[in-house]
């Protein structure tokens, strides 16, 4: 069973810019969360989607975005991007209900804003 | 407000002997817990999880217990291996509502080091 997968794996943008990141869940899976880890701020959530929508958020600004498609498979954009958006980007999935608490995460998106 | 708290940032143990990560949390909402490890330039991988409803539960080597009145959790791992070595993170989610299954309140990380 293919686990999940995020692409690109590495990525270096400029200020201003925006970027786009993808994650596959795993197949059967239909929510999709995502989250960032910084050295200072740990893990933190920034939104989750379940078939197709936007099911919890968090304390994020509104330049953190996200889609999920009919198959399951989500993006997220950050616009304009700042110095401090430079982080690991994690995407996790799961079945979204009651008694599937754990998420399985993909390898994570590097993102580096100079 | 870091509701989920891992107050060790690192941990030293021996190969063989009993390692234990330890995790506090002040939201009485939360109702699920896991733990998860992870490794330089990869993703968290579940390691194991605890309901509030339990206060202990066991997988192999790896033992959760959960302290409600105290807010407070710990992983045991025994006898711990070199492999263990890893960052190890607290998680909590609260499902009262049905809708939050995929959100995680994470705590900062304990840097698990096993020595041969």
């Known amino acids: 069973k293919a686990g999940v997968t995020q692409t690109p794996r590495y990525l270096i943008k400029t200020r201003g810019q925006q970027v786009t990141l993808s994650c596959s869940p795993i197949s059967g899976h239909r929510s999709v969360s995502w989250y960032q880890q910084t050295p200072g701020q740990g893990l933190q959530f920034l939104f989750e989607?379940?078939?197709?929508?936007?099911?919890n958020k968090g304390n994020f600004p509104g330049r953190f975005s996200g889609r999920q498609f009919s198959n399951s498979r989500s993006e997220m954009n950050v616009s304009t991007l700042e110095l401090g958006d430079s982080a690991l980007y994690l995407c996790?999935?799961?079945?979204?209900?009651?008694?599937?608490?754990?998420?399985?995460f993909g390898e994570g998106s590097r993102l580096t804003v100079l | 407000d870091q509701q989920v708290k891992q107050n060790s940032p690192s941990l030293s143990v021996q190969e063989g002997r009993i390692s234990i990560l330890n995790c506090d949390y002040t939201n009485s909402m939360f109702d699920y817990f896991l733990w998860y490890k992870k490794y330089p330039a990869e993703g968290p991988t579940f390691l194991i999880s605890?309901?509030?409803?339990?206060d202990k539960n066991e997988d192999g080597r790896f033992t959760v217990f959960l302290n409600k009145s105290a807010k407070h959790l710990s992983l045991h791992i025994v006898p711990s291996q070199p492999g263990d070595s890893a960052v190890y993170f607290c998680?909590?989610?609260?499902?009262?509502?049905?809708?939050?299954?995929?959100?995680?309140?994470f705590g900062q990380g304990t840097i698990l080091t096993v020595h041969p």
């Open positions: 605890i309901s509030s409803i339990k």
């Open positions: 989607y379940f078939s197709e929508t936007q099911r």
């Open positions: 998680a909590a989610s609260s499902n009262a509502g049905g809708t939050s299954y995929g959100k995680l309140t």
């Open positions: 996790a999935s799961s079945r979204g209900t009651a008694g599937t608490g754990e998420l399985f």
